[in-house]
């Protein structure tokens, strides 16, 4: 014969066991998409950067192109992770800090390049300028952050 209290302190234990049980499923599945995210948001900051970096290669061919004193002034959206630009040789190089480490995007162009852009994330105005550089006895470009 059972005891009026047995059976409502076996119903909340069954109760704690599926509550136990569903929490340890939840769990495993906050990590996925917890990795998951940052997996895409990198992704998505890398495609950004590489949009840029085409952007910047494009104008600064295009004003190579049409030769001294040639200007092209565009507007870009730079992403958050940029850990440094550099502009030299005939190469643009975005140093991108990711969670799985640092990586290089490098995009090359058909002139030889001077110049800087800062790393902070949001819009630039990115300044593109061809001139005749007596020492190389060449056109080349300067790229740069106009100032608003």
């Known amino acids: 014969?059972?005891?009026?209290?047995?059976?409502?302190?076996?119903?909340?234990?069954?109760?704690?066991?599926?509550?136990?049980?569903?929490?340890?499923?939840?769990?495993?599945?906050i990590i996925i998409f917890y990795q998951q995210s940052q997996s895409i948001n990198t992704e998505v900051s890398a495609s950004q950067v590489d949009k840029v970096a085409s952007e910047i290669r494009d104008a600064a061919d295009e004003v190579y192109y049409m030769g001294s004193p040639s200007k092209k002034t565009i507007t870009v959206f730079m992403p958050e992770g940029i850990k440094g630009v550099n502009v030299g040789g005939n190469r643009i190089l975005f140093l991108i800090d990711?969670?799985?480490?640092?990586?290089?995007?490098?995009k090359w162009t058909a002139t030889n390049l001077t110049g800087s852009l800062m790393n902070y994330s949001g819009i630039h105005h990115v300044s593109a300028e061809s001139y005749?550089?007596?020492?190389?006895?060449?056109?080349?470009v300067r790229i740069s952050d106009v100032s608003q």
Request: positive net charge; hydrophobic residues 45%.
């Open 1 to 29: 014969m059972k005891k009026r209290g047995q059976s409502k302190a076996q119903v909340s234990m069954e109760f704690l066991l599926v509550v136990g049980f569903a929490f340890l499923m939840t769990v495993p599945l």
């Open 98 to 106: 990711s969670p799985n480490g640092d990586y290089d995007i490098v």
């Open 132 to 140: 005749f550089n007596t020492s190389l006895n060449s056109t080349c």
